[in-house]
Protein backbone atom coordinates (compact mmCIF):
# COMPACT_ATOMS: atom_id res chain seq x y z
CA UNK A 1 0.00 0.00 0.00
CA UNK A 2 1.21 3.46 -1.00
CA UNK A 3 0.68 5.97 2.25
CA UNK A 4 1.17 8.65 -0.22
CA UNK A 5 -0.70 8.05 -3.26
CA UNK A 6 -2.63 11.36 -3.03
CA UNK A 7 0.44 13.56 -3.03
CA UNK A 8 1.79 11.20 -5.73
CA UNK A 9 -0.45 11.47 -7.78
CA UNK A 10 -0.95 15.70 -7.56
CA UNK A 11 2.39 15.83 -8.30
CA UNK A 12 2.60 13.91 -10.95
CA UNK A 13 -0.42 15.84 -12.55
CA UNK A 14 1.36 19.30 -11.39
CA UNK A 15 4.69 18.32 -13.17
CA UNK A 16 2.86 16.46 -16.13
CA UNK A 17 0.47 20.11 -17.02
CA UNK A 18 3.52 22.49 -15.92
CA UNK A 19 5.76 20.57 -18.76
CA UNK A 20 2.16 21.33 -21.33
CA UNK A 21 2.62 24.93 -19.41
CA UNK A 22 6.16 25.76 -20.52
CA UNK A 23 5.81 24.59 -23.93
CA UNK A 24 3.02 26.62 -24.54
CA UNK A 25 4.61 29.05 -23.36
CA UNK A 26 7.85 28.67 -25.56
CA UNK A 27 5.08 28.82 -28.62
CA UNK A 28 3.92 31.35 -27.82
CA UNK A 29 7.23 33.72 -27.22
CA UNK A 30 8.67 32.16 -30.53
CA UNK A 31 5.27 33.44 -32.05
CA UNK A 32 5.49 36.60 -29.90
CA UNK A 33 9.13 36.88 -31.62
CA UNK A 34 8.24 35.88 -35.57
CA UNK A 35 6.15 39.38 -35.86
CA UNK A 36 9.38 40.98 -35.42
CA UNK A 37 10.29 39.64 -38.90
CA UNK A 38 10.54 42.04 -41.85
CA UNK A 39 7.98 40.44 -43.28
CA UNK A 40 5.36 40.86 -40.98
CA UNK A 41 6.60 43.72 -39.43
CA UNK A 42 6.56 46.01 -42.42
CA UNK A 43 3.18 44.55 -43.52
CA UNK A 44 1.86 46.35 -40.26
CA UNK A 45 3.67 49.16 -40.36
CA UNK A 46 5.87 48.54 -36.97
CA UNK A 47 9.06 50.75 -36.57
CA UNK A 48 12.30 49.44 -35.81
CA UNK A 49 11.58 50.18 -31.92
CA UNK A 50 8.24 47.99 -32.03
CA UNK A 51 10.58 45.46 -33.80
CA UNK A 52 12.96 45.53 -31.38
CA UNK A 53 10.59 45.42 -28.52
CA UNK A 54 8.43 42.76 -29.81
CA UNK A 55 12.23 40.66 -30.60
CA UNK A 56 13.10 41.30 -26.99
CA UNK A 57 9.49 40.31 -25.27
CA UNK A 58 9.51 36.70 -27.41
CA UNK A 59 13.74 35.93 -26.42
CA UNK A 60 12.05 36.39 -22.76
CA UNK A 61 9.02 34.77 -22.63
CA UNK A 62 10.76 32.06 -24.56
CA UNK A 63 13.31 31.73 -21.49
CA UNK A 64 11.30 31.98 -18.85
CA UNK A 65 9.03 29.54 -20.36
CA UNK A 66 12.24 27.22 -20.54
CA UNK A 67 12.89 27.52 -16.95
CA UNK A 68 8.99 26.52 -16.66
CA UNK A 69 9.12 23.75 -18.46
CA UNK A 70 12.15 23.04 -16.55
CA UNK A 71 9.95 23.14 -13.19
CA UNK A 72 7.65 21.17 -14.69
CA UNK A 73 10.07 18.37 -15.30
CA UNK A 74 11.25 18.73 -11.93
CA UNK A 75 8.04 18.02 -10.41
CA UNK A 76 7.04 15.65 -12.49
CA UNK A 77 10.93 13.46 -11.14
CA UNK A 78 10.05 14.67 -7.51
CA UNK A 79 6.76 12.89 -7.55
CA UNK A 80 8.82 9.91 -7.62
CA UNK A 81 10.79 10.83 -4.71
CA UNK A 82 8.15 12.22 -2.20
CA UNK A 83 8.37 8.34 -0.15
CA UNK A 84 12.38 8.67 0.51
CA UNK A 85 12.16 12.21 2.15
CA UNK A 86 8.32 13.55 2.40
CA UNK A 87 8.95 16.60 4.20
CA UNK A 88 12.06 17.86 2.45
CA UNK A 89 10.30 17.45 -0.81
CA UNK A 90 6.82 18.40 0.27
CA UNK A 91 8.74 22.03 0.69
CA UNK A 92 10.59 21.92 -2.72
CA UNK A 93 7.15 20.90 -4.43
CA UNK A 94 5.89 23.98 -2.39
CA UNK A 95 8.20 26.13 -3.53
CA UNK A 96 8.23 25.36 -6.97
CA UNK A 97 4.70 25.72 -7.11
CA UNK A 98 4.47 29.18 -6.15
CA UNK A 99 7.93 29.72 -8.26
CA UNK A 100 6.32 28.81 -11.57
CA UNK A 101 3.34 31.46 -10.77
CA UNK A 102 6.51 34.27 -11.27
CA UNK A 103 7.38 32.39 -14.24
CA UNK A 104 4.29 32.07 -16.20
CA UNK A 105 1.30 33.43 -14.49
CA UNK A 106 -1.72 32.57 -15.30
CA UNK A 107 -0.09 29.75 -17.46
CA UNK A 108 0.50 28.17 -14.45
CA UNK A 109 -3.08 28.08 -12.47
CA UNK A 110 -3.38 24.39 -12.75
CA UNK A 111 0.12 22.90 -11.97
CA UNK A 112 0.57 25.62 -9.36
CA UNK A 113 -2.44 24.88 -7.30
CA UNK A 114 -1.54 21.21 -7.53
CA UNK A 115 1.70 21.30 -6.84
CA UNK A 116 0.78 23.83 -3.84
CA UNK A 117 -1.91 21.54 -2.25
CA UNK A 118 0.50 18.11 -2.59
CA UNK A 119 3.19 20.30 -0.95
CA UNK A 120 1.21 21.33 1.77
CA UNK A 121 -0.21 18.01 2.05
CA UNK A 122 2.90 16.33 2.39
CA UNK A 123 3.88 18.76 5.23
CA UNK A 124 0.90 18.54 7.38
CA UNK A 125 -1.00 14.64 6.60
CA UNK A 126 0.08 12.11 8.81
CA UNK A 127 0.52 8.87 7.48
CA UNK A 128 -0.81 6.12 9.91
CA UNK A 129 1.97 3.22 10.91
CA UNK A 130 0.82 -0.55 10.30
CA UNK A 131 2.18 -3.21 11.85
Known amino acids: MNPRKAE??????????????????????TMLAAL??????????????????LAAAG????VVAVLALIVGVVLFIFAFMIKKNTKVFGI?????GAVGF???GLLWIVPG????????MCLARKVPTEF
Do not use: C, W, Y
Open 36 to 53: SSPEISSGAGFTARDTEA
Open 8 to 29: FILTLIAGITGAIAGLFGILGG
Open 59 to 62: SMTV
Open 92 to 96: LILVL
Open 102 to 104: FLL
Open 113 to 120: VLAIIAGI
